[in-house]
């Protein structure tokens, strides 16, 4: 945590990788709009908050800024995409629209480095981020696994999709069994939010919608869960067709 608006200001400058700024609603003044253009221009998560947030993390001189530092350094798609193909790796990604849960995420990521995945996709906003603990509820997964931090979930699966990439939505409301969909090529599998699902606009990008048949009363999985099934399926397929997973 850095408090202080020429702190946060000098660590905005240093490069530090910030995953949000808070600000108090009504702070205004030359060095307040410096603080506001450099978070806008570097693209920083940031959110208006009441003084009693701030005071929460903080009693000292916070100046009505307070900015949380991220656990891990974000990667970049563009840059992970192509450098999966010229390793000679099988492609294979993990999409996640709106988590917000961190022990889901935690849980997910573990899951993922466990199951060969070669990132984790979120986005910027409305979003969990990577903080102590979720990195703790991984077991220390997403300290080894890429986390890229996408501005927008609609065009990063738009440019998967332009580099080879299957894109399959993991979802209740559909009748095809997630084990009829192939997962041997370049693939990338999309989990939704724990309340409402995979967001439309992001719905309407993917390739393909599955769902992972209930045998009970109740109406879906807990999104871990699901995202582990829908890992350990791909792993299942490339595994039975002699294909590297790891």
């Known amino acids: 945590m850095i408090f202080g608006i020429r702190a946060v200001i000098e660590a905005i400058d240093a490069g530090k990788e910030i995953d949000k700024v808070m600000i108090k609603k009504d702070l205004h003044g030359d060095l307040a709009d410096?603080?506001?253009?450099?978070?806008?221009?570097n693209g920083i998560v940031s959110q208006r908050v009441p003084l009693e947030k701030l005071n929460r993390f903080t009693r000292k001189n916070h100046q009505g800024v307070v900015a949380l530092l991220s656990a891990i350094t974000y990667h970049r798609l563009d840059h992970i995409v192509p450098e999966l193909y010229e390793d000679g790796v099988l492609p294979f990604m993990m999409i996640l629209d709106?988590?917000?849960?961190?022990?889901n995420f935690g849980a997910i990521a573990r899951t993922a480095e466990c199951a060969g995945v070669d990132a984790i996709v979120i986005p910027q906003h409305g979003s969990v981020s990577v903080q102590g603990d979720a990195v703790k509820t991984s077991a220390g997964a997403l300290l080894r696994l890429p986390v890229?931090?996408?501005?927008?979930?609609?065009?990063?699966?738009k440019y998967l999709?332009?580099?080879?990439?299957k894109i399959v939505a993991a979802s209740e409301k559909v009748d095809i069994n997630y084990t009829q969909v192939d997962y041997t090529g370049p693939v990338a599998?999309?989990?939704?939010a724990e309340d409402v699902g995979i967001s439309p606009e992001v719905l309407h990008q993917c390739d393909t919608m599955v769902s992972i048949p209930l045998m009970g009363h109740i109406g879906s999985l807990n999104v871990s869960v699901?995202?582990?099934?829908?890992?350990?399926?791909?792993?299942?397929?490339r595994l039975a067709a002699n294909l590297e997973v790891i």
């Open 226 to 237: 699901a995202a582990g099934v829908m890992m350990y399926e791909v792993v299942r397929q």
């Open 34 to 41: 410096e603080l506001l253009q450099k978070i806008k221009a």
């Open 161 to 165: 999709k332009d580099n080879g990439y």
């Open 148 to 157: 890229c931090r996408v501005k927008s979930l609609v065009n990063s699966i």
């Open 98 to 103: 709106g988590i917000t849960d961190v022990r």
């Open 189 to 192: 599998i999309v989990m939704g």
